[in-house]
Structure formats: structure tokens, C-alpha cells
């Protein structure tokens, strides 16, 4: 059996996040698989996959900072806001400078809003908001606080069609595309983004993934197992508390115990063999409460 935990895959430009999901699906002998993160069908890089009960976890594992490569076009904006879209309009890049670049990149470091783009896979009234855009419906999400960590500018050719090379580090939900789009417009001349690569999510490393020909060749060997982290391993920085034989039965059925720590959440709980048992949360009164159950009657199935 396939046992619960993560891949870190490295999706190729011309997937959607979704047919990555259905590749595994059919590889694994488990019905639960998600990602952590979604990335555009043009974009590529780092794409956590999720399998059984780790699927649990993504609100843990899924929203830590996350780090891009990305190709910023200027002087032309698109109605998708990259390099897919329609051209919408056209400016001249030509009087924007490295030095001015930089110190326009600089203002978005820190928290900011952004309001999701038109084709995104954000919702609005249950429906997703690229499904509305190419209908033509219009569909307008509220804004969200997103943090840009740093921002580096790797490289810049100047001109009409001004090009920027950037890394950045930001918080889950941050959307590259509109942060370009935003740099276009502060520097009065419009941008798209060109290309974007993931290079990192959490502990996810771009040098550690599988290509999915990779991961097929391990499937077909039948060793899937060598190549799934344990559904705790995204989960380091997390707080500990071990449990004996009595706590881990009652956490498994749900049941608050007795904890050894100060209060904390959330916190990786484990067995008295070491196994992961799912995450806690300890209260000022000295009891730690199950909200994550991974095992036993308090987990649900595959």
C-alpha cells in the first residue's frame, strides 16, 4: 500500500496543476492526492503533491513562504497579466533604467494587497474566476494581504521592450503575475509576466524534484515508496509532544490528553514507537486537544 505523505514533482510548462494530480492518481494505488499550491499551465517548477491522509495537512505544509524566478516584460500589458494573454495595451520601456527599477522593486517588499486576476483559480459565489473569464462573465474577487519577503534583481535589458530577470521570496497566495503587472504600472509603461519557475515551497526543494518521466520510471518499478517523504516532513519547525501508550489511544479516538509542554499550536504529535500521529493543540489549562488525526478512529480513510 501506498503509505501517506508528499512527492516533490517538478511540473513542466503546458500542464495544469490538476493534470499533474491525475498522472499520480493513476500511478498510486490511493484515491486522495492534491497539491500544495497551484502554478499556472505556462508556469513550471516545484509542485508539492499530497497523497492520503497528508492531504490533511495542506493548510500546514501548503502555507509557508514559496520562491519564484520570473521574466518581467515591460511595455505591454495582457488581459491575463503574462505571456498567454491578449495585448491590451502598449507603452515604451525605454526611459525605465536598472537603478530605477530597483527602487521600484524595493516599494513592494513588505505587506501589500493584491486582487486576484481575472484568470485565476480564485472563487467568487462557489464558481472559479478563470471559468467566469472565458465565458466573458465578469467575476471580481476581494483583495487578500500577501507579503513579498525580497525581491533580487537578477538581470535587466534596457529598451522599448524593457526585460527584467527577478527572484523573489513571498507568503503562499501571492499571485506573480499581478505583483508584475503592478511593477508595469508603477513604472508607467505596462508589463506582463514572461515566464515564472517555482523554485522552492516550504522545505520543497527545484534541485530535490522528480520530472514526471522520472516519477514514471520509479511507478512502473513499482518503488513509489522510495521517493514519498513522511506526511511530518514538511512539518519541521512544528513543536513536539510525544506520547505513551495510553495518550496515543486516546488521541487516536479523538480524546483530549494531559500535555507536557506550554500552550502551542499547531504541534506534531507522536506515538512511543515515533510515528506520526497528527497534530495538536495544547490550551492553557495543560490538556492537549486532537484536531489533526492521522490514525485510528480519529482519521479518515484513504
Not at 505556462?42 to 501548503?62: N, S
Not at 513543536?239 to 483530549?256: H, I, M, Y
Request: aromatic share 6%; glycine share 12%; charged share 25%.
Amino acid at each position: 500500500m501506498t503509505p501517506d505523505g508528499f512527492l516533490n514533482l517538478l511540473k513542466p510548462p503546458g500542464m495544469t496543476s490538476h493534470d499533474v494530480i491525475s498522472l499520480v492518481r493513476s500511478r498510486v494505488e490511493v484515491k486522495r492526492v492534491g497539491h500544495l499550491g497551484t502554478l499556472d499551465p505556462a508556469a513550471a517548477g516545484v509542485l508539492p503533491i499530497a497523497i492520503g491522509r497528508a492531504t490533511r495537512l495542506f493548510r500546514f505544509a501548503g502555507g509557508v513562504d514559496k520562491e519564484y524566478r520570473a521574466e518581467i516584460v515591460f511595455g505591454v500589458t495582457t488581459d491575463t497579466l503574462d505571456a498567454e494573454g491578449r495585448v491590451v495595451e502598449v507603452g515604451d520601456s525605454s526611459e525605465l533604467t536598472e537603478a530605477r527599477l530597483r527602487d521600484l522593486l524595493s516599494e513592494f517588499v513588505g505587506e501589500t494587497e493584491q486582487v486576484p486576476p481575472a484568470f485565476s483559480a480564485a472563487q467568487v459565489g462557489g464558481r472559479r474566476m478563470y471559468q467566469m473569464a472565458r465565458r466573458g462573465e465578469r467575476g471580481e474577487a476581494g483583495p487578500k494581504k500577501v507579503k513579498i519577503e525580497r525581491i533580487e534583481l537578477v538581470d535587466f535589458a534596457a529598451g522599448r521592450d524593457a526585460r527584467a530577470t527577478v527572484d523573489l521570496v513571498c507568503s503562499g497566495g501571492t499571485y506573480v503575475r499581478v505583483l508584475a503587472a503592478d511593477v508595469g504600472r508603477r513604472a508607467g509603461c505596462g508589463a506582463y509576466l514572461g515566464f515564472l519557475v517555482r523554485t522552492r515551497v516550504g522545505r520543497f526543494e527545484l534541485s530535490e524534484s522528480l520530472t514526471l518521466e522520472e516519477f514514471a520510471d520509479v511507478s512502473e518499478g513499482g518503488d513509489v515508496e522510495s521517493i514519498i517523504a513522511p506526511a511530518d516532513w514538511p512539518l519541521a519547525d512544528l513543536p513536539v509532544e510525544r506520547l505513551d501508550n495510553w495518550g496515543a489511544r486516546a488521541f487516536a479516538q479523538g480524546t483530549p490528553v494531559r500535555a507536557t509542554s506550554g500552550p502551542a499550536w499547531p504541534v506534531k504529535v507522536y506515538g512511543p514507537e515515533g510515528e506520526f500521529l497528527g497534530l495538536g493543540e495544547i490550551v492553557p489549562e495543560g490538556q492537549m486537544r486532537p484536531k489533526v488525526v492521522l490514525v485510528g478512529e480519529g482519521s479518515s480513510g484513504r
